[in-house]
């Protein structure tokens, strides 16, 4: 994920690990309170540990880089921290990748956004994935357009983020929506077709807006960057008070339940933080969401074993043999090297259950014939040789593995 | 650092970033409350933000990896929080970069061990520095050789931490030590020849097995390893409770007075957490303080700069230019693109300012040939070459800058 982000010209930054709890407060309201990890500090500030990362490096950009060219590319890579009921998929301790597009709002800006977070994801190893886009400029519109009240819109809301559409429709009509009114926001809700919210939307100019730079948005994402798998949706109101016009999210099927693997936007941060006021995206992937989905589809984990496991035949080969474990290291080998003195049978048994390929066994012979006996762990064959070969055969070795 | 834990054949492991505020109270007893966070969270628990991962990692060997085959080798990176007077190398949050080397005790797995401390440091870049080598088994002997009372001695611990021998020297003949005494007991414990120590000790079996070990350790760093930066040194008293025997530090003369970059030795706590007891010793870095160090070394750090800015010069030329964008962040360039529509001057003055060392130009012109504008900005030369060959130019050009 590193690497995506530095291609992307992303640079990585890092905040502390615990922070004022005003920061939060202040950025999504008192209600977070019951999620804060806070404690009071023996100074008496009350502090929490961080339940996400947009909040510190904005204030960080804030206090230190609002005099850097824009935009500025930043990402990071840490762990976060709710008080929440722990279940598959929701830790109390869980990483996120994400990052803050500071200083553009133009469509080619968002579309980047958008493919970075589906490239981060895409390059790591998960196979399938939906993408949806919302604008909530649009959704503010659209309930503007079907005179829902301030009250009627909070009523409604948690069940669009639900996509509860039974229980919605049944809520509209106890609201006295009339039933053709209703079934037209339920449309145009859930629509792909961005002509009928055009149509629906068409006097309202903030609206119209939006939609066509949401239209231009997944033209690049198609077209530029070759991803498809974006489609429109209007019923993602994640954080209606925080983000603003563009949002978007991406779910894995893997995941079940808990399919959300990233979500980002645009939001306005910068001013409430005392900045001077510019656009800012972002978004956030959840780390062990990615890890369950890569296990839900067998992706196979790397690992880092180690190569090569040097043996002392006995006591007097130990310096010996530290020494040319020493030399395999400094040539970038991982090498082991017994020390517990455990006797040859039982160190070449210890490679075999540490999956390690290529055992080196050194004795009082090969020490004085500068040579050293190499046995491939896989076809049990062992062969002499002399010292100086031995990187050399080490490499051939390990590239037929 | 991480390669080169692998490269000495240890694997990484992460724990939680807080535990129960008794993980630390039972290693390092309750004075040390006064510099931990600690909190209750909402279910009452007492809960600490983790001063040391020492403690964590070995909870986690007792609780989960008892069963694996010994020697095991655990490195970790992690940030560790200490109510503490800020100050330069003393910061509340800091990183530690350490290891824990579980089930052996041989003087070739403590060799060995220290050798990792020092070469992590040497291969990250550190030039000068001094490894002291001391035995809290034989400080133990000399206290008693001398008749130290169990008091005395924890009135002079501290100052013999400090190396503060003159201090010393008043402390114990104000405890009636003979002048002759005193002034041997201080030579003991300055000392860099061991055979006076095995001299004075020549009574004590147990002090003398351990200076045989020591004097072994010595001789594999020096003959095997190759490192002869490490003295021996019976002054280095750090946590007499907690560390048993072989006791190690690295200083770096750089740093001034907070000059300790990383400190290990052997130590028993399994047992206290309820596994079965067998041989540990671990080390802990401190990578501010290894900032640090190498900031005053003068390091020269490397930097991730964007290699590629590309530059649409019309709004028509966003799509193609995205497109040729990702298609160099495919082939591993960091390739950063104008998303602010700037205008080509100032987009080229923007990418002068980020010292990225080429640009891409999109024109019409070139879209319709299939070539790409390439200029140097070193030199200032532009060059149009075809859009099939960028990828072999850009390595050309990277490869000279």
């Given amino acids: 994920m590193r690497t995506t982000f530095l291609t992307f010209g992303y640079k990585e930054i890092q905040t502390p690990t615990f922070e004022h709890v005003e920061l939060f407060t202040e950025k999504s309201g008192q209600g977070i309170i019951d999620e804060l990890y806070t404690f009071a500090?023996?100074?008496?500030?009350?502090?929490?540990?961080?339940?996400?990362?947009?909040?510190?490096?904005i204030r960080f950009y804030v206090n230190q880089l609002q005099m850097?060219?824009?935009?500025?590319?930043?990402?990071?890579?840490?762990?976060?921290?709710?008080?929440?009921?722990?279940?598959?998929?929701?830790?109390?301790?869980?990483?996120?990748?994400?990052?803050?597009?500071?200083?553009?709002?133009?469509?080619?800006?968002?579309?980047?956004?958008?493919?970075?977070?589906?490239?981060?994801?895409?390059?790591?190893?998960?196979?399938?994935?939906?993408?949806?886009?919302?604008?909530?400029?649009?959704?503010?519109a659209l309930f503007n357009h079907f005179n829902l009240t301030q009250e009627q819109q909070q009523e409604i809301l948690p069940l669009i983020d639900k996509q509860a559409f039974d229980e919605l429709q049944s809520t509209l009509e106890n609201m006295g929506l009339p039933d053709e009114q209703t079934s037209k926001l339920l449309t145009l809700l859930q629509t792909t077709d961005i002509s009928l919210l055009e149509q629906a939307l068409q006097k309202d100019k903030e609206a119209l807006e939006q939609l066509?730079?949401?239209?231009?948005?997944?033209?690049?994402?198609?077209?530029?960057?070759g991803i498809t798998s974006f489609t429109l949706n209007m019923s993602i109101v994640r954080g209606l008070d925080y983000y603003k016009d563009m949002?978007?999210?991406?779910?894995?099927?893997?995941?079940?339940?808990?399919?959300?693997?990233?979500?980002?936007?645009?939001?306005?941060?910068?001013?409430?933080?005392?900045?001077?006021?510019?656009?800012?995206?972002?978004?956030?992937?959840?780390?062990?969401?990615?890890?369950?989905?890569?296990?839900?589809e067998k992706y196979h984990f790397p690992t880092c074993p180690t190569h090569v496991y040097v043996i002392p035949i006995e006591e007097e080969m130990i310096p010996p043999a530290l020494q040319l474990t020493q030399q395999l290291r400094q040539e970038g080998f991982f090498t082991d090297v017994d020390l517990v003195r455990r006797g040859v049978g039982k160190a070449l048994k210890y490679a075999n259950t540490q999956h390690i390929p290529i055992c080196i066994l050194l004795g009082?012979?090969?020490?004085?014939?500068?040579?050293?006996?190499?046995?491939?762990?896989?076809?049990?064959?062992?062969?002499?040789?002399?010292q100086q070969h031995i990187i050399k055969e080490l490499k051939q070795h390990l590239k037929h593995q």
């Avoid at 730079?213 to 077209?223: F, M, Q, R, V």
């Fill in 247 to 296: 949002v978007f999210e991406i779910e894995a099927p893997a995941l079940g339940a808990e399919k959300q693997l990233c979500g980002g936007g645009m939001y306005d941060l910068v001013k409430l933080f005392g900045g001077t006021s510019l656009p800012t995206a972002g978004f956030a992937i959840g780390f062990d969401r990615t890890v369950l989905t890569l296990e839900t």
């Fill in 41 to 57: 500090d023996k100074g008496g500030r009350n502090l929490t540990l961080r339940p996400e990362l947009t909040a510190p490096v």
């Fill in 364 to 386: 009082p012979d090969e020490q004085k014939n500068n040579t050293v006996c190499l046995r491939d762990m896989n076809t049990g064959k062992q062969t002499t040789i002399p």
């Fill in 212 to 225: 066509s730079t949401t239209k231009k948005i997944l033209e690049l994402l198609s077209s530029s960057f």
């Fill in 68 to 140: 850097e060219p824009k935009p500025l590319k930043l990402f990071y890579f840490g762990n976060c921290f709710r008080y929440d009921r722990p279940q598959k998929g929701r830790y109390r301790e869980f990483w996120q990748a994400g990052c803050e597009l500071i200083g553009t709002k133009t469509p080619e800006g968002q579309a980047e956004l958008i493919a970075l977070a589906y490239t981060l994801l895409k390059d790591v190893g998960v196979e399938k994935m939906q993408g949806a886009l919302g604008n909530l400029t649009v959704v503010r």
